[in-house]
């Protein structure tokens, strides 16, 4: 199983004897290990003065590396404006239109192409580093971009195209939201992942956008070639510029890169590299890294194995396959086609009408990831889609005059607007927090593999919706909502009794919430300071090194403590 073989890391790595001055008055200018590894054994939670900030290397990093999800988004949401123009249905489709297996075909070997891609991404993110392989997916995209341009009459060509540009978009689906969750200061980590769905969301938008004024100008092939052609700009723009910025720290310190991890830290959260703050950031790293050292290479099949694994597995698995199985890219993918069928003389202008919908609505849910939990955002958003979704479909069974639509506009005009009502419960919830859930929920002993597994069920899901669609809904027509609202009916207890709250928590902290058997219920109060955890608490103390259970609350940056006195400061010190 070479596509999760795992490169085994560099042994545990020591502090340096030497370090340079520091900026921090009680770190001394120069240390020996036997003083550092003291301090280490003692390290306090960092106080108010080391909060991290949000800084200009952090923006950029968490900006440039979204861009792959600017391409994913581009690439779905031209393919829906493409089979309803005029050269693209007379050079690939039958007599001028498609049957629903060509379709589907078009549509989803996409997803079966980013099925490949993710699941080889987990062994190429350790081996090759995280931002190695952001850079290298990017320019194999592009490739499979050519064969799309280059098809003339040949749908294969261009099928086998949009295949091959998905192994590019499933590596960057695996490998940016871990590479941000890896590297930004836990205060601004779940918006920062969350904007790899904004970007998403863009890329759809402006799509749509292109497409809507190529169709309407050109008569010829550049209706689809050109916005087809623009994609290989954005690809060539994520694979050079991800390249000027740091690897992640956690992978450098893992790779026996300390002080390299040290000095990004600093940089991330703008604060000295010798601070409380970096000292604890790295201690937690080296104390996970010495307990999964001592348990050896971890082969791919124990994230279904090992203590604790196949839950966060298969909630993973679930929470990605959930976010497509409340409908979003039905809408996506078939948006100009539905909407055509209520009456809309220009089915572009409802696109790009919720593309902006989905746009605006992501920018408040990355708003949100900060102020309100996981848990009540994903419960929250499960509930709203239902409801949504029971309209749609009886609305469009019982109302809407399918023969002629026009004969009830008010149907169509409802239609449209549970539609967008639908797209901001999605765009505030359920897009942006998966990608953030998932990316938080691993170990870095697992943390690539177990995402890979995860993100693939996204997209063998997303490849069954987008190839079935079309038969589905020519069986069943407006019926296919209550499917979608079904699903969020059942996501709406998944997450209740299986996910845990991790907003405002570092990974490490994670990572020991999980091991120690925490409810998912009672997860969004749970302290480590709570109750005492020690590897006789594990649900598999036998299994479970006692390094991993190891661990210090953290108090910034949301409660800060009061600061202590200076006795006790000195005390804590000496």
Known sequence: MGLFSKKEPAPAAAFPKDSAASSDPNTPASRSVVSLDNQQQNAPAPSTEDEPNLTLIAFLLGAIASMGGFIFGYESGQISGFLAMTDFLERFGENGQFSAARQGTIVGLLCIGTLVGCLASGSLCDRLGRKWTISSAAFFYIIGVVIEVSSERHWVQFAMG????????????????????????????????????????????????????????YDNSAQWRIPNALSMLWALLLGTSILFMPESPRYAYRMGRVEEARNTLAKLNGVD??????????????????????????????????????????????????????????????????????????????????????????????????????????????????????????????????????????AGKVLIVFTCLFIVAFATTWGPL??????????????????????????LFNFLISFFTTFIT??????????????????????????????????????????????????????????????????????????????????????????????ETQAQTV
């Open 162 to 217: 949009r295949f091959t540009a998905g192994m590019g978009i499933g590596a960057l689906s695996t490998s940016v939201p871990m590479y941000q969750s890896e590297s930004v200061p836990k205060n601004i980590r779940g918006a920062t992942v969350a904007s790899y769905q904004l970007a998403i969301t863009l890329g759809i938008w402006t799509a749509y956008m292109i497409n809507w004024h190529t169709e309407d100008t």
């Open 273 to 410: 590299a010798y601070s409380k703050l970096i000292d604890y950031e790295i201690k937690e790293i080296d104390d996970k890294l010495k307990a999964d050292n001592a348990q050896g290479v971890a082969p791919w099949y124990e994230i279904f194995t090992a203590p604790t694994m196949l839950s966060r597995t298969l909630v993973g698995m679930v929470l990605q396959a959930g976010q497509q199985l409340t409908g979003a890219n039905f809408f996506f993918y078939y948006g100009t086609t539905v909407f055509r069928s209520t009456g809309i003389e220009n089915s572009y202008i409802t696109s790009i009408i919720l593309g902006s919908v989905n746009v605006a609505a992501t920018i408040v849910g990355i708003w949100l990831v900060k102020k309100i939990g996981r848990r009540p955002m994903l419960m929250g958003g499960a509930a709203w889609m239902f409801m949504c979704f029971m309209v749609y479909a009886f609305v469009g069974s019982f109302v809407l005059d399918a023969n002629n639509p026009m004969a009830t506009p008010v």
């Open 474 to 567: 020519n069986a069943i027509h407006y019926f296919y909502g209550l499917v979608f609202g079904g699903c969020c009916f059942a996501l709406f207890f998944f997450v209740y009794f299986f996910m845990m709250e991790t907003k405002d928590r570092s990974l490490e902290e994670i990572d020991t919430m999980y091991i120690s058997g925490i409810s998912p219920r009672k997860s969004a109060k749970w302290k480590p300071t709570d109750t005492p955890i020690t590897p006789n608490t594990a649900a598999n103390k036998e299994a479970v090194p006692a390094g991993l259970m190891v661990h210090d609350e953290r108090v910034f940056p949301e409660n800060p403590q009061p600061k202590p006195a200076m006795a």
């Open 434 to 459: 998966v990608w953030a859930v998932v990316g938080e929920m691993y170990p870095a002993r697992y943390r690539a593999p177990a995402m890979a597994v995860a993100t693939a069920s996204n997209w």
